[in-house]
């Protein structure tokens, strides 16, 4: 009976220890904020039940005004029939910030079963009040960044994008980086054509930037952006002189004040519309500089940057036909990928290979950083003693500006006579060398023979004439498709109203995503674009001239009902006033999402039947 009391204990043991690894306690907090807003600080358990969780009670630079508010999600889904499921439990307190700085969250612990479970910390940043911010009254929310563009004239100090540079004065090969950042303080409807400029003259090397980042405030100027990066690239300078970095543009479709405000529940509010916007970047130019010719060592590999050397030999003492490698490991930050190899001077009785080169590194804003790995291999044929001399490594140190050698030992190897020689004449390189004249002659051709009529000709047969014909019958089908394509695009109206349906479905299916994750700004945004964007491809007119006046006249041309036109009209109304509501219920959005797949899907359904 004991033995099951200990075998049970130790499967109670491993089955919560088995929970416990899937249990985690992180925080979530925004990166940025502005003095005297309130901002939402949560700390999120996924996989168990907590209690007595603990935050301290003071958080430098901010004041706690609520909290802990606690709120619980559960989920779960069946593939294939496996059933798994989900449960997370939210902390939400209700901060104040009252210093401007970078300050840190903290982390909090929480008691899930007997164990006690830590958070993370998080850095946040308090930016200055705008400098065009109006003085709020007690108890009011401050707004992070203010706007004065209207339909008419977008302010050009209210959107911009700025092609951002690490340094401007560089070295020939010397890294530099290029961040084009969009700043704005208006909502974005839309995005156009964008267009960066080209790098003539420079060896680039583009960043991969999350598909998900989300938009940050930057005070700039005085003002504060909401901001995020389009572009970043790494760009090595291939020649001297001033060269200059043309302008990029983008094009974006803003929310701006229409200058009408309507009667609302909330009181008046500001009725918004579109307004088209191209921003370009201001030229740069970059001072490149050549690298100096005095010192510079004759076999210098092209390398610039920070760089350590690691030399390595696989044997010294081997027999002879063994295979020898010798390994250069160059680690460190500059243009690794640009760096020559290195001489190796072997012995002529060597047999050599080319070298295999791999690289492992990353972009960082100095250069590329890590490590450029070149191994050679070669074989000695003959016994005996024989010196590798030693293996330098120039390169541009930009630490010190100046030209630096590092160098690997001079290697002396120790070849004994191969105990094979001899005995197998098809891979003994040195066997082969003794052989005697007579014996010289080797490798005979052995096996089947075919033979060819010496009266038949290739001209004039049928796979002559097939050469000739198949290229042009697949010339004259190309041709004809081509034309056709052609004809297809040029038609843009017919397209864009073929692919309405679908681009609106993509943006449903992102809408159904934020709304899964209750994020109602976000399940409201995508919602509009969908069906914004859909009339706007169906009836051939741009967002920035559709309104709800032309909907119905255009609609009611297509055939379409009072009903369904209700039925839009219904769906943006809802939209646009659920943006502004202070909360809204998970059932009203349920609802809108099923209301606008259903006017899609009846639109569709009704302009087939037209047709």
């Not at 358990?45 to 999600?73: A, C, N, W």
């Not at 290195?342 to 070298?355: A, M």
């Not at 109206?493 to 809408?511: E, F, Q, S």
């Not at 001239?545 to 119905?552: A, G, P, T, Y």
Request: no cysteine; charged share 25%; hydrophobic share 35%.
């Amino acid at each position: 009976m004991k033995k099951y009391l200990i075998l049970l204990t130790l499967l109670l043991i491993s089955i919560s220890s088995i929970f416990a690894d899937n249990i985690t306690f992180v925080i979530s907090a925004p990166a940025s904020t502005v003095k005297g807003a309130q901002i939402q600080l949560q700390y999120v358990l996924k996989g168990g039940e907590g209690r007595e969780i603990h935050v301290p009670d003071e958080i430098k630079g901010f004041d706690v005004l609520y909290g802990p508010s606690v709120s619980q999600m559960y989920s779960s889904s069946n593939i294939n029939g496996k059933v798994t499921s989900e449960s997370n439990i939210t902390y939400t307190y209700l901060l104040l910030a009252k210093e401007e700085g970078t300050f840190t969250l903290p982390s909090a612990s929480v008691k899930v079963g007997g164990s006690n479970y830590k958070s993370n910390t998080a850095q946040i940043k308090v930016l200055p009040p705008d400098k065009n911010a109006q003085p709020q009254q007690p108890g009011q929310q401050v707004k992070p960044t203010t706007s004065s563009s209207t339909a008419g004239n977008v302010n050009p100090n209210d959107a911009f994008v700025r092609a951002i540079f690490s340094k401007t004065k560089v070295k020939e090969q010397e890294a530099v980086t290029v961040t084009f950042r969009f700043y704005t303080v208006l909502n974005i409807r839309d995005v156009g054509k964008i267009q960066f400029p080209e790098f003539e003259g420079f060896m680039t090397e583009d960043f991969e930037l999350p598909a998900n980042r989300q938009m940050a405030l930057e005070h700039y100027n005085g003002r504060n952006y909401y901001t995020v990066d389009v572009k970043k690239t790494l760009l090595f300078p291939q020649r001297s002189g001033k060269m200059t970095i043309p302008s990029g543009t983008m094009e974006i479709v803003f929310e701006v004040a229409s200058g009408k405000k309507v009667q609302t529940f909330f009181g008046p509010q500001e009725v918004m519309t579109e307004a088209k916007k191209t921003l370009k970047t201001t030229p740069v130019t970059i001072d490149v500089s050549a690298l100096p010719i005095q010192n510079k060592p004759a076999n210098f590999s092209g390398g610039v940057g920070d760089f350590s050397f690691k030399p390595s030999i696989s044997a010294e003492k081997i027999k002879a036909n063994d295979a020898v490698t010798i390994k250069l490991d160059i680690t460190g930050t500059g243009n690794l990928k640009l760096i020559k190899n290195p001489e190796v001077k072997f012995p002529k009785d060597f047999e050599t290979y080319d070298p295999n080169v791999k690289n492992d590194f990353k972009l960082t804003e100095n250069g590329l950083s890590g490590t450029k790995s070149i191994e050679y291999m070669f074989i000695p044929r003959y016994p005996g003693k024989f010196t590798i001399p030693a293996i330098e490594f120039p390169y541009f140190d930009t630490r010190t500006s100046s030209y630096k050698t590092v160098s690997s030992p001079s290697y002396t190897l120790d070849v004994d006579k191969d105990p094979n020689a001899g005995k197998n004449v098809s891979t003994s390189y040195s066997s082969q060398k003794e052989l005697e004249m007579e014996q010289d002659i080797r490798y005979l051709k052995t096996g089947n023979y075919s033979f060819t009529d010496p009266q038949s000709f290739f001209a004039g047969s049928l796979s002559y004439l097939l050469w000739y014909l198949i290229p042009l019958v697949l010339f004259i089908t190309f041709t004809i498709a081509y034309r056709k394509q052609i004809k297809a695009n040029a038609d843009i109206a017919m397209m864009r109203t073929r692919k309405a349906n679908k681009v609106a479905t993509k943006r449903l299916k992102l809408a159904k995503k934020y709304l899964q994750m209750q994020q109602k700004d976000s399940f409201y945004e995508k919602i509009l674009r969908a069906v914004w964007g859909y009339l706007s491809d169906k009836l051939t007119i741009p967002v920035a001239d559709l309104n709800r006046e032309n909907i119905e006249i255009e609609l009611l041309k297509y055939g379409v009902g009072d009903d369904l036109i209700s039925q839009f009209i219904n769906i943006l109304d809802t939209g646009e006033f659920a943006r502004y509501a202070p909360s809204e219920s998970g059932h009203a959005m349920d609802d809108l999402y099923n209301n606008t797949v259903d006017a899609i899907g009846k639109m569709e359904s009704t302009i087939k039947k037209i047709k």
